[in-house]
């Protein structure tokens, strides 16, 4: 059972030609919905990442599974949306986001039965910038340490940093550096006087370096 790596969105009103929605804001509330569905296990079965095509060749309304599937690529599931040409006209406009975003979580709720996970998922999403997903965490004797990703407006993440110790107050919140991968973040040090972020150990993390703080636990 593999969990949810990717949703994406594509459109099309012609046979074989799919484009990707380039909706800035849209992908961004759909990234952090994933994010959290990530955080909360959400599996999909044996594939990870599931397409949405919003397309006029279908009947308005219907939800169908595209069979036509990549022998090549079995890691993915494609949805076929019906929708009106106003519908398809509006999917790069801002204001459609709910439309899709209603889409999504019927497939996932009717077709994955995800609905204790989805909505929740979709409540965090809302926030935005703001919203967190645990992502990484390393547990010593005398503390937690954790690390919390947060997806910016711009599409990049801005980790968050957060020590508490055994009785969960608050010694350390601290922001990491904005990236758009995660090479940043690899093995977590905890001791009582110091937390260290150690960047991942492959070529894309060579030009990082360790991130420390000083603490008392």
Known sequence: MKVISDIRL???SETDNLLELSNK?????VHRIVMKLREYGFSLGEYDHLYFNFTTLKSKGTIELNHSGDRYHPWYRYYDIGVSQNEYN???NTD??????DKIRFVLCNLFNAKDVIDPALVEAKKGAEML???K?????KGIATIYLRLLDNGKYLPLLCVTDTVGNEILRADLHETIHLNII???QLNSKKVTVKPRKNVFAKEFHPISFEIKL
Not at 25 to 29: A, F, P, R
Not at 96 to 101: D, G, H, S, Y
């Open 96 to 101: 459609c986001t709910a439309f899709v975003i």
């Open 10 to 12: 594509y459109k099309s």
């Open 133 to 135: 997903m645990h992502f």
């Open 90 to 92: 509006n999917l790069e």
């Open 25 to 29: 804001s849209l992908n961004l509330s």
């Open 186 to 188: 690899g093995e977590i």
């Open 137 to 141: 965490e390393k547990k010593s004797a």
